[in-house]
Structure formats: C-alpha cells, structure tokens
Nanobody, 123 residues
Framework: QVQLVESGGGLVQTGGSLRLSCAAS????????VGWFRQAPGKEREFVAA????????RYADSVKGRFTISRDNAKNTVYLQMNSLKPEDTAVYYC????????????????WGQGTQVTVSS
C-alpha cells in the first residue's frame, strides 16, 4: 500500500512561484508513475503533469507547459511540481496520484491519491 501526502501550497501573487511536494510512504514508490491533478471550485479534476518511475517520461497539460516542471527524487520518495509564472486560473486544490504503470492523464488510471493542497493565486 502507498500513502501520498502533498505539501507546499499557499497564497501567491500573479507571476509568483510555488513548489509542491508529494511525499510517499511504502517501498514501492520508485516503481510508480506519479501525476499531479488539480480541481477548482465547481470544476472537474484535471490533469496537470505526470512523470514515470525513472523520470525519463514526462507529460504536461497544455495550460502549464513552459511554466510548470515535474521531477522526482526516488531516494527521498518524493515528487515535486515547480510552478512558475502563476496565474489566477491556476487556483485550485492540487492532488498527487500514483499508478503502477506508465504515465497517464486520466484520473481513473490512478490507484493512489493524496488529500490535496490548496494553491491560491491572487490577481
């Protein structure tokens, strides 16, 4: 079993940066693909970025390409999401999720979920 815990959210002004962390328990973390998703009030949860177990395969939503960077440190059982040039439309609860296969963009493909961390970007 894998447990995921997000941290690093907060309030930031437009154009600012935040780095989210997804810390995992369990010895199998290094075999998981991990994705970041977000959900704004009244909207469906949407894909943001994903990384495979090795860090060699990355996927990004078009809305965050060039601004967000996903990375991982398997020695620390942690995946990061560096978010730069933040916009008010990035405001949402951000979730990390894990799956025992290749990267995926659909929420239904992921087996493990964290509780989420709030990101608020003020205009």
């Amino acid at each position: 079993q894998v447990q995921l815990v997000e941290s690093g959210g907060g309030l930031v002004q437009t154009g600012g940066s935040l780095r989210l962390s997804c810390a995992a328990s369990g010895r199998s973390f290094s075999t998981l693909a991990v994705g970041w998703f977000r959900q704004a009030p009244g909207k469906e949860r949407e894909f943001v970025a994903a990384i495979d177990w090795s860090g060699g395969s990355l996927r990004y939503a078009d809305s965050v390409k060039g601004r967000f960077t996903i990375s991982r440190d398997n020695a620390k059982n942690t995946v990061y999401l560096q978010m730069n040039s933040l916009k008010p439309e990035d405001t949402a609860v951000y979730y990390c999720a894990g799956r025992r296969s290749l990267v995926a963009v659909s929420t239904t493909r992921y087996e493990y979920w964290g509780q989420g961390t709030q990101v608020t970007v003020s205009s």
